[in-house]
DNA sequence: ATGTTTCTGAACACTGTGTTCGGTTATAAA
DNA sequence: TTTATAACCGAACACAGTGTTCAGAAACAT
């Protein structure tokens, strides 16, 4: 089956509404952005918009698409270590940095890294654990890293990736693995 | 001064949002609850409501309001050792089951964190681990709190405050030492 | 050139916010 | 018990935003 080829009206105008979103949120931030704000910034016509997109977080979800993908795709990678989560952590500070997608998506990202934490920890934990439930504990990790990330964010990347990553690693880590292996 | 006695009216009206919203906010979530909503639950006409208070956070905040003064106290209280923040957090996950607020209200406890933790922080830290900015430390201890309480509401308190209160210094502890101490 | 798809933009119904104001009622205090 | 006043009511209003519909114009692929 050849890929439909895809009208141009239809590239333009959803590439059109995702970099006046992106603008939008830059200048104002997300929460304050409107379809009408949207429309007028890509100048496209109102029913246009809905066409396309069924809400202003569709239009937003649209984006981090790419994003997604890309972790898809590392994870299921031969390089990527099983028994290390960690490794995880670095690649996502890189990435979201490269993004700019802001905040926002991070409520995407969190869900992401919470299922596939959980699906790690409950593997990892000895048995004598289960105390903690492996809920709370990919919650906390998965939340740690959106609080890393969110402050990053916040202060406009004032380190490096690689350094956040490791300040990551020396707080959470510790704690993380002495919980699973025997607390 | 004598304190101006309150008018009955006031206080009833006053108490009558209050409850409404408390009420929808269980049954929708905060984020649902309009205006309108908790005007006609409470029975009270639009324009008494904005008499009182003007948006519907503030009045989301009214409700906060004893239990941020109790933190406020107890902070202040004599039997409160300076030297250790941790002491604060049992109280903590204690007081806000106790006052079953929903992790709306978490957004402001955790402003409130985070500036005491700064303020303590900032002192306990050496000058050679400032490459690691307070700020930041600060962050995380505040989000990891909020992480844990978040979870601790969803499911409804599944487990003990005093149980939720070991495993948040069992997985923070750690960490925020190394670094504070010399990492 | 032609038939199809997409875009347009104005109109519409809807929900919610926040303000104003004249009239009514409850309250505190004399 | 009276009385001044403070609080409440509710309807009306202006406003901003959402999401739908539809007929006509424009762009597109072939």
């Known amino acids: ?19 006046a ?12 952005v409107t379809v009408q704000d949207v429309i007028d910034r890509a100048n496209v016509g109102r029913s246009t ?3 396309h997109f069924e809400s202003l977080e569709q239009l937003l979800l649209s984006g981090f698409e790419p994003l ?8 299921s990678g031969a390089e990527f270590d099983h028994e290390s989560p960690w490794a995880l952590s670095l690649t996502m500070f890189q990435q979201v940095q490269k993004q700019q997608g802001g905040y926002i ?14 699906d790690h920890l409950k593997m990892g934990m ?5 105390n903690v439930p492996p809920e709370l504990l990919a919650h906390y990790v998965a939340s740690s890293f ?13 380190l490096s990736a690689e350094k956040m990553n490791e300040i990551y690693r020396q707080l959470v880590e510790p704690g993380t693995m002495a919980i699973m292996m025997g607390g």
Chains 1, 2 share one sequence.
């Open 105 to 118: 998506t991070l409520t995407h990202v969190q869900k992401f890294l919470y299922g596939y934490l959980l």
């Open 68 to 75: 997604r993908a890309q972790f898809e795709d590392f994870l």
């Open 1 to 19: 089956m050849p890929k439909q080829k895809i009208d141009r009206r239809v590239e333009r105008t959803r590439q059109l509404l995702q970099n």
């Open 126 to 130: 000895t048995k004598r654990n289960k």
């Open 21 to 32: 979103l992106s603008e939008l949120i830059l200048e104002k931030g997300y929460e304050k």
């Open 146 to 158: 959106i609080a890393l990330m969110t402050w990053w964010i916040d202060n406009e990347y004032p």
């Open 49 to 51: 918009f809905y066409a």
